[in-house]
């Protein structure tokens, strides 16, 4: 043990790769700290009482870590894996079994284009007031996931709910699987647990959009990546992650230069440059293979490029006006919408008057992207919100109690909130280690992303859903043993960490 932790005190890796880790960490660290201190004091202020529960579950998740660690024996990994998997799927079946939900407002939108696409095999949204139908408002992901289902099951939301709970369960055994990979086999059971137990990730599950398939993509894509992209470079594996990302981004097309990022990641981590630049374009060949056919497809609907969906001119431009404030504005997408007859003119419309007014207020923009860091980041309520109080205040026949929607979004925002002070603690505590592995360090870019993205465009605390998952395999860290220096090869990796933690 004593040979581990000086190796880990040695630093590994050329100037550049060091200087990036720092650099990493560094962001990390910063992002989780803040947003540690603003979601707790947001969590404290408006659940006060209510997050008990969730702050109790995270405590006593951690605290089965820990003693699975202190013990003498190694865990019987793949029997905790059964029971996190099993619990996470009887909990999402349990609750879209049990809960009286109807879509409302953004996800009967997502309901009503499931169920024109399950009668006509057409992806069809009608322009509000105008007369025109666009074609190419959504991506088409999860509407034709809506209409396969209810064509079976004769329009039943359940059908989607259960598919989402199948989702969550297999998202978990993603989790476990990145955590074994990066911290060993105590951290893997933790990470599982804690995604299986999650209040958000849990109600996700009655929602019909983008948030579970998307985090099940991702996690996906992640595994790929960490298990042999970056181990050993494996061209094939580099090829299933863009894939992966591919089919993520037509779910939601915030993840379509994900890839890139990863690929230059990558070649910045990896000792063979040029192999990692080769399975970076090869991580960007998958997306496209993905992505590109549903582009065409949009330009025999248009006679113009649309990558995926036309609503992100309306989207940057709803984020950037002089009503905006840093989420959904009614007036500037009214003004889209009055003014974009079809797709091409919806995004083009969108597009330039963001542009243009982004060009003329520069500081207001810098202002703005600060107010939607702390919408993206500042509870965990969204879900919980969707879920319950929403679809009981537009149809109160569901008869959902306002307490039970009331402890949904405490304990969702009190266990949220309990997990990035573990894991802003973690990443202080373990730095030594951190520095010096690249193992868990493709979370970094992964999470900068997202929150550089959402600073630009509309930012709404759902949609940090899809970056749940990896918060838990972080804080999974709480309870690992000794980390090895340097990448996690794929050859002999678990006789090392088996080592580091006898």
């Not at 405590?59 to 013990?71: E, I, P």
């Not at 666009?134 to 289902?149: I, K």
């Not at 990443?427 to 493709?442: A, D, F, I, P, Y």
Request: net charge positive; proline share 5%.
């Amino acid at each position: 043990m004593g040979q581990t932790d000086r190796s880990a005190d040695q630093p590994t890796g050329n100037r550049a790769e060091r200087t990036y880790r720092r650099a990493a960490w560094v962001l990390c660290l910063l992002v989780f700290a803040t947003v540690s201190v603003l979601a707790s004091s947001v969590t404290a202020g408006l659940h006060w009482g209510w997050c008990l529960p969730g702050v109790a579950l995270t405590v006593v998740l951690l605290l089965v870590g820990r003693f699975l660690l202190l013990r003498r024996r190694e865990p019987k990994a793949a029997a905790w894996l059964a029971v996190a998997v099993a619990g996470a799927l009887a909990l999402r079946v349990g609750l879209a079994v049990s809960l009286p939900y109807k879509p409302c407002l953004d996800f009967r939108v997502y309901h009503d284009s499931g169920l024109l696409m399950a009668q006509s095999w057409k992806l069809a949204v009608p322009a509000g007031e105008n007369s025109a139908t666009y074609r190419c408002f959504f991506p088409p992901g999860q509407v034709f996931s809506l209409g396969v289902l209810y064509r079976l099951f004769d329009g039943k939301v359940l059908a989607p709910q259960l598919l989402n709970a199948v989702y969550g369960a297999l998202t978990v055994a993603g989790a476990w699987y990145l955590a074994r990979r990066m911290f060993g086999a105590t951290a893997a059971i933790t990470a599982a647990l804690l995604a299986a137990a999650m209040p958000s990730a849990v109600l996700g599950c009655a929602l019909i959009g983008a948030e579970a398939p998307e985090s099940f993509w991702l996690v996906l894509a992640v595994c790929f990546y960490v298990g042999a992209v970056e181990a050993r470079l494996s061209r094939r594996a580099a090829v299933l992650c863009g894939l992966c990302l591919g089919v993520a981004s037509l779910i939601r097309p915030t993840f379509v230069l994900l890839p890139a990022v990863l690929a230059a990641h990558l070649v910045v981590v990896s000792q063979s440059r040029v192999k990692a630049a080769v399975r970076g374009a090869l991580m960007v060949a998958g997306l496209a293979a993905v992505v590109l056919p549903w582009t065409y497809r949009n330009y025999l609907v248009t006679g113009g490029f649309i990558l995926i969906s036309s609503n992100g001119g309306g989207n940057l431009y709803s984020a950037n006006n002089d009503q905006a404030k840093g989420d959904y504005t009614d007036s500037a997408w009214q003004y889209v919408y009055d003014n974009g007859l079809d797709d091409l003119a919806l995004q083009r419309v969108g597009f330039g008057m963001a542009k243009q007014w982004i060009a003329e207020h520069p500081l207001e923009f810098a202002k703005l992207a600060v107010r939607k860091f702390g919408l993206f980041w500042w509870t965990d309520k969204d879900i919980g919100w969707w879920a319950t109080i929403q679809p009981s205040s537009e149809h109160p026949e569901l008869g959902v109690p306002r307490a039970v929607g009331e402890l949904a979004e405490g304990s969702s925002s009190g266990f949220y909130s309990a997990c990035f002070v573990a894991a802003t603690v973690c990443l202080w505590r373990r730095r030594r280690e951190l520095l010096n592995s690249t193992g868990w360090l493709v979370c970094a870019p992964v999470f900068l992303y997202f929150t550089a993205l959402h600073m630009v465009f509309e930012a709404q605390a759902k949609y940090h859903f899809m970056l749940m998952p990896l918060l838990c395999v972080l804080v999974s860290l709480a309870a690992a043993g000794p980390m090895p220096a340097g990448p996690l090869k794929h050859t002999g990796l678990a006789k090392r960490i088996e080592h580091a933690e006898s």
